[in-house]
């Protein structure tokens, strides 16, 4: 159980980048505060407060609490320009600020408003303050439901109190948690959004739409891609921890070598050591980024390939795979050199909220994961619902709901939704449980090669790969389509041909002329049935040339159809001069 119970309770999150925060204003004179807000500001940004109910959903309970936004207005030009709305994940809205440079890269071209809300129970937004996770009935409220029933009264109250916002078109951006609860915004509240960009979003890792091992094959992959005999070295080392922790002189030896804090206990078989290293591996192709970061801890460019370097050697003696181990495992938590001591109680996530996420998890949030150990690196661990039910009921008195999450948001079920890109990185193990394919035109997947967990949001790097910059190029585009739909009615009414169809034929046509041998392709970045498209077009194009037949042979009876254009003919086409990249 020790992979399943540490990537169950892993949490996603944004790996670091930066942007400039210097002349940011705040907003006062153009924000009418009411009574349901409460303003803090600083040179940089706006912090403000707004009333939420705890609970949205029935009239028994009727307390209230403060929910934290910031709002960033530098860029933005008011009268109808866009609002950008990150949707909160599972810790403090600052954390998010801090590293999604996407927004703030955007911002000056669209002329933005930056609004990041915070996830309630997470940061400062907890609805019964020291006592929100007390007991079952105060951390009852903690939800993805009621959190997008906050974002929805937020951009209500947002549009109806600052001057030039109401008819601002609001795109909602998020990952990994925050990219499940943008995509599932759009879907409950379309009113709300005009669309959402929703990255490393694993919306499918549920029940068993997905299998319970994609997370651990794709980390093995990374690993075994990233160096010589790395994933062996790791799959080998199992066996080796577990007869070492069964003995005096073994934990001492494991201690030693690490350089723990705290000695080992024989009773323990190795799992708490087994247990650390598991969280550790796993974290690491998520932030697998092509440069020097320091979100999780400060790691070099392509970290995994980092830690492939210390177990690159076949055939280790098992002393000699231990300080291999302690060698690999110090690229993550002592790159910089500066730790004494390894605590292996020590969370590789441990500035995010654990203890809300531990409760998502053990109620809705039902992400089953396991480890086969044959097609991955890591021990055998199945996926045990009747374990896991036990232990959420003894931790927190609630029984999980594993279905729960695909009969509130659809599942694959989801066609009827639109504007929504899901943009995954192939290097991320939470790809696996993403939308990986197009499932309209308004519902896109964009695969990125060369990318770990949502890479995208980041700020650009004069490291992205291509494949990177490609994918971002064609989101701008995409978003762009989505807020000059909402400014037409185009959304209310689609016409034929729309920007947004043409667009879309063109991410078509552009990416079936990447080469195939290509190292940075997008691969493909709009996973779309080309087949189907072709189809599609020689039985338009035939039912045009019959019409135009038709209507030529009628010219003389009718000279005013000279000036009737069937939807689709090539006066239309021609209003198709969209360029993405």
Same mark, same amino acid.
């Given at each position: 159980?020790?992979?399943?119970?540490? &990537?169950?309770?892993?949490?996603?999150?944004?790996?670091?980048?930066?942007?400039?925060?210097?002349? &940011?204003?705040?907003?006062? /004179?153009?924000?009418?505060?009411?009574?349901?807000?409460?303003?803090?500001?600083?040179?940089?940004?706006?912090?403000?407060?707004?009333?939420?109910?705890?609970?949205?959903?029935?009239?028994?309970?009727?307390?209230?609490?403060?929910?934290?936004?910031?709002?960033?207005?530098?860029?933005?030009?008011?009268? %109808?320009?866009?609002?950008?709305?990150?949707?909160?994940?599972?810790?403090?809205?600052?954390?998010?600020?801090?590293?999604?440079?996407?927004?703030?890269?955007?911002?000056?071209?669209?002329?933005?408003?930056?609004?990041?809300?915070?996830?309630?129970?997470?940061?400062?937004?907890?609805?019964?303050?020291?006592?929100?996770?007390?007991?079952?009935?105060?951390?009852?409220?903690?939800?993805?439901?009621?959190?997008?029933?906050?974002?929805?009264?937020?951009?209500?109250?947002?549009?109806?109190?600052?001057?030039?916002?109401?008819?601002?078109? @609001?795109?909602?951006?998020?990952?990994?948690?925050?990219?499940?609860?943008?995509?599932?915004?759009?879907?409950?509240?379309?009113?709300?959004?005009?669309?959402?960009?929703?990255?490393?979003?694993?919306?499918?890792?549920?029940?068993?739409?997905?299998?319970?091992?994609?997370?651990? /094959?794709?980390?093995?992959?990374?690993?075994?891609?990233?160096?010589?005999?790395?994933?062996?070295?790791?799959?080998?080392?199992?066996?080796?921890?577990?007869?070492? %922790?069964?003995?005096?002189?073994?934990?001492?030896?494991?201690?030693?070598?690490?350089?723990?804090?705290?000695?080992?206990?024989?009773?323990?078989?190795?799992?708490?050591?087994?247990?650390?290293?598991?969280?550790?591996?796993?974290?690491?192709?998520?932030?697998?980024?092509?440069?020097?970061?320091?979100?999780?801890?400060?790691?070099?460019?392509?970290?995994?390939?980092?830690?492939?370097?210390?177990?690159?050697?076949?055939?280790?003696?098992?002393?000699?795979?231990?300080?291999?181990?302690?060698?690999?495992?110090? @690229?993550?938590?002592?790159?910089?050199?500066?730790?004494?001591?390894?605590?292996?109680?020590?969370?590789?996530?441990?500035?995010?909220?654990?203890?809300?996420?531990?409760?998502?998890?053990?109620?809705?949030? &039902?992400?089953?994961?396991?480890?086969?150990?044959?097609?991955?690196?890591?021990?055998?661990?199945?996926?045990?619902?009747?374990?896991?039910?036990?232990?959420?009921?003894?931790?927190?008195? @609630?029984?999980?709901?594993?279905?729960?999450?695909?009969?509130?948001?659809?599942?694959?079920?989801?066609?009827?939704?639109?504007?929504?890109?899901?943009?995954?990185?192939?290097?991320?193990?939470? =790809?696996?449980?993403?939308?990986?394919?197009?499932?309209?035109?308004?519902?896109?997947?964009?695969?990125?090669?060369?990318?770990?967990?949502?890479?995208?949001?980041?700020?650009?790097?004069?490291?992205?790969?291509?494949? &990177?910059?490609?994918?971002?190029?064609?989101?701008?585009?995409?978003?762009?389509?989505?807020?000059?739909?909402? /400014?037409?009615?185009?959304?209310? =009414? /689609?016409?034929?041909?729309?920007?947004?169809d043409c667009a879309f034929e063109k991410l078509i046509i552009i990416n079936s002329q990447l080469p195939d041998n290509s190292n940075h392709s997008v691969g493909p970045v709009v996973a779309v049935s080309w087949q189907q498209n072709i189809l599609v077009f020689l039985i338009l194009c035939t039912v045009f040339l019959i019409v135009m037949v038709l209507v030529g042979l009628r010219s003389h009876q009718r000279r005013h159809s000279k000036n009737q254009f069937f939807p689709g003919s090539e006066k239309d086409m021609n209003t198709c001069n969209i360029s993405l990249i």
């Amino acid at each position: 159980m020790v992979f399943q119970s540490a &990537v169950i309770l892993l949490v996603i999150v944004l790996a670091e980048t930066s942007f400039s925060s210097n002349g &940011v204003r705040p907003f006062l /004179r153009r924000h009418s505060i009411s009574k349901r807000t409460r303003v803090v500001t600083d040179d940089n940004f706006q912090t403000l407060y707004i009333r939420q109910p705890v609970d949205h959903f029935a009239f028994a309970n009727q307390d209230t609490f403060l929910q934290r936004y910031i709002v960033i207005d530098k860029h933005w030009g008011g009268n %109808g320009n866009p609002i950008f709305f990150y949707a909160g994940n599972e810790g403090d809205i600052f954390l998010f600020l801090n590293n999604t440079g996407l927004m703030f890269d955007w911002a000056s071209e669209f002329k933005a408003k930056l609004v990041f809300a915070e996830h309630r129970y997470y940061g400062k937004s907890m609805p019964y303050g020291a006592d929100s996770y007390k007991d079952l009935k105060h951390v009852g409220y903690l939800s993805a439901e009621q959190a997008l029933a906050d974002f929805a009264l937020l951009i209500d109250f947002i549009k109806s109190n600052v001057s030039g916002a109401k008819n601002s078109p @609001v795109v909602a951006f998020g990952g990994s948690y925050g990219g499940m609860l943008a995509a599932w915004f759009r879907m409950k509240y379309p009113h709300s959004i005009v669309g959402a960009l929703a990255s490393s979003a694993p919306i499918l890792q549920f029940g068993d739409l997905v299998p319970c091992d994609s997370y651990s /094959r794709i980390v093995t992959d990374d690993f075994r891609n990233s160096g010589p005999n790395c994933a062996d070295n790791i799959r080998k080392s199992w066996k080796v921890l577990t007869k070492m %922790g069964e003995t005096a002189e073994g934990c001492k030896l494991l201690t030693q070598t690490f350089g723990l804090c705290k000695p080992l206990d024989p009773g323990g078989k190795g799992q708490e050591v087994k247990g650390w290293l598991v969280n550790t591996w796993s974290m690491l192709p998520m932030v697998d980024y092509p440069y020097a970061a320091s979100f999780l801890e400060p790691l070099p460019a392509w970290p995994v390939k980092a830690v492939c370097t210390h177990l690159a050697k076949p055939d280790l003696t098992d002393l000699e795979l231990i300080r291999a181990l302690r060698d690999a495992v110090n @690229v993550y938590y002592n790159y910089t050199g500066t730790a004494s001591c390894f605590n292996t109680s020590q969370e590789a996530v441990a500035s995010l909220g654990d203890l809300g996420w531990d409760f998502q998890a053990c109620s809705e949030m &039902v992400m089953p994961s396991c480890s086969n150990g044959v097609t991955d690196m890591f021990e055998a661990s199945p996926w045990d619902f009747d374990d896991f039910r036990a232990d959420c009921q003894a931790r927190w008195g @609630v029984t999980p709901r594993p279905n729960w999450i695909q009969e509130q948001f659809g599942g694959r079920n989801i066609t009827a939704a639109s504007n929504i890109i899901f943009s995954n990185g192939k290097l991320d193990p939470w =790809s696996g449980g993403g939308v990986q394919q197009s499932l309209s035109k308004t519902l896109v997947a964009i695969m990125i090669e060369d990318s770990a967990h949502h890479l995208d949001l980041r700020s650009s790097n004069p490291d992205d790969p291509q494949s &990177v910059i490609r994918a971002r190029a064609l989101e701008k585009q995409i978003v762009k389509n989505w807020i000059a739909n909402s /400014r037409s009615g185009i959304e209310k =009414s /689609r016409k034929p041909n729309s920007e947004a169809d043409c667009a879309f034929e063109k991410l078509i046509i552009i990416n079936s002329q990447l080469p195939d041998n290509s190292n940075h392709s997008v691969g493909p970045v709009v996973a779309v049935s080309w087949q189907q498209n072709i189809l599609v077009f020689l039985i338009l194009c035939t039912v045009f040339l019959i019409v135009m037949v038709l209507v030529g042979l009628r010219s003389h009876q009718r000279r005013h159809s000279k000036n009737q254009f069937f939807p689709g003919s090539e006066k239309d086409m021609n209003t198709c001069n969209i360029s993405l990249i």
